[in-house]
């Protein structure tokens, strides 16, 4: 099986790559393709399906809205988006939330309201550190902000106005913030999910949050992808016991319904003012109802614990069937949000899984990567690994290209 579009489809841009199935329908943590075939799912659908599919309670909340108000714009109150407003920033404790459609959009947000928080404090060219092995999203200014050369060759002339520093190096980060006197804001992904499942670490996060309130700088967390719960708490950087000034969302919050959101802290919250920033669709009752029950049922099902647990359940089974592997460099990552790293490009293991009844996903060109619902069962974990070991340990035994 190989990753490459088929020309039966001349009228679908090839911007993807896709493997040559098409799945028809999903139950829980599995799905079936057009030829009948279930399917575990390992992906879910890049960290977005957190309830899995066909859940029996979202389904029918989504229908009863459907039948409601999908759409009205925002020339008028929303209830559903002052709950889901309310809801995400007690569990965040920050002050006050934009929505918008998806990861993206957010990081656009953020990255405007970096920049006139500079502006208001006379700032005529503001900066903002980001860092290398990111990802922020693929409009010109988050590509820009992002660190792959693949993402951005052939879309310069790139945004200005980013400073980029390896990652948890906090001497580049003081040397940066000394040699950059405009800038607004340090920029990153609590841990970096394209980039190959990079967490920041603790004392880096820390250590971030003390120079921004000492230099009057925005800590912007980008959590579109590790947020929601998939790490064991409601955000990732909630383990490192910080707060962010700027928080996007996206993935995750609304079980498969676009969506995306900037939860801004106290410093951040005032920065946008009527008429500075706006979305057509942002935060319509149908994504803020798929938001709300998506945030209710995790709570009621409790399924940052289940994250948690099963995380480490599939991580173990993954340890103990891959140690000894001289061709596996590094199991990494937090509750079900984890990275497998190889000695060598990865690729092909992506139609072997599918071959074998898995979907993943590989990125940073060596890493395994899953994000499965967060309803995932111990059980369907072990099935999980008992599907990826032996795909990998064969694989890794090939001789090295
Ligand atoms: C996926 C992702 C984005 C982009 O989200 P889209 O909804 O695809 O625009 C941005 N940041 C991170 C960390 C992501 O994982």
Redesign the pocket.
């Known amino acids: 099986m190989n990753a490459v579009p088929t020309s039966s489809e001349p009228h679908v841009m090839p911007t993807y790559g896709r493997l040559p199935v098409a799945l028809s329908h999903g139950q829980g943590c599995w799905v079936w393709d057009t030829d009948g075939r279930r399917l575990l799912d390992g992906l879910g659908g890049?960290?977005v399906n957190t309830l899995g599919h066909n859940h029996p309670r979202l389904v029918p909340a989504l229908q009863d809205q459907i039948a409601k108000l999908i759409h009205t714009s925002n020339y008028y109150r929303i209830p559903l988006q002052e709950q889901l407003a309310a809801k995400l920033c007690e569990l965040s404790g920050l002050a006050n939330v934009f929505f918008c459609?998806?990861?993206?959009?957010?990081?656009e947000a953020a990255i405007k309201i970096a920049r006139k928080f500079g502006h208001d404090r006379g700032i005529e060219a503001p900066e903002i550190m980001v860092f290398e092995g990111?990802?922020?999203?693929?409009?010109i200014a988050?590509l820009s902000a992002?660190a792959n050369p693949k993402i951005q060759a052939g879309f310069g002339p790139l945004v200005p106005g980013f400073v980029r520093v390896p990652l948890n190096d906090i001497l580049a980060v003081e040397t940066a913030v000394a040699e950059h006197p405009g800038l607004t804001a340090i920029f990153l992904?609590t841990i970096?999910?394209?980039g190959g499942i990079n967490p920041a670490r603790v004392e880096f996060l820390q250590a971030l949050r003390r120079i921004c309130d000492e230099r009057n700088l925005l800590l912007m967390l980008?959590?579109?992808?590790?947020g929601v719960g998939r790490t064991g708490k409601w955000f990732a950087h909630q383990w490192a016991g910080i707060k962010p000034d700027v928080m996007?969302l996206?993935?995750g919050l609304g079980s498969g319904v676009?969506i995306?959101a900037v939860i801004c802290g106290p410093r951040a919250a005032d920065v946008l003012k009527a008429g500075n920033h706006g979305t057509t669709f942002g935060g319509n009752p149908l994504a803020m109802r798929a938001g709300f029950e998506t945030l209710t049922i995790m709570e009621e099902d409790g399924l940052l614990a289940n994250a948690e647990a099963v995380g480490a359940t599939l991580r173990g089974a993954l340890a103990e069937g891959l140690a000894g592997e001289a061709g596996v460099v590094e199991i990494r990552g937090q509750g079900l949000m984890l990275g497998v790293e190889l000695d060598r490009p990865a690729g092909a293991l992506l139609g072997q899984a599918l071959d074998a009844g898995l979907l993943l996903s590989i990125t940073a060109d060596r890493v395994v990567r899953l994000l499965p619902p967060l309803i995932l069962t111990h059980d369907e974990a072990r099935q999980i690994a008992a599907i990826l070991v032996p795909l990998i340990k064969a694989f890794v035994a090939q001789p090295k290209p």
Do not use: M, W, Y
Not at 101 to 107: D, F, K, M
Not at 134 to 139: E, L, M, T
Not at 222 to 226: F, R
């Open positions: 890049i960290a459609n998806s990861g993206l959009e957010a990081n990111a990802f922020h999203g693929r409009s988050t992002t992904e970096q999910g394209e980008d959590e579109v992808q590790c996007p996206a993935k676009p995306g």
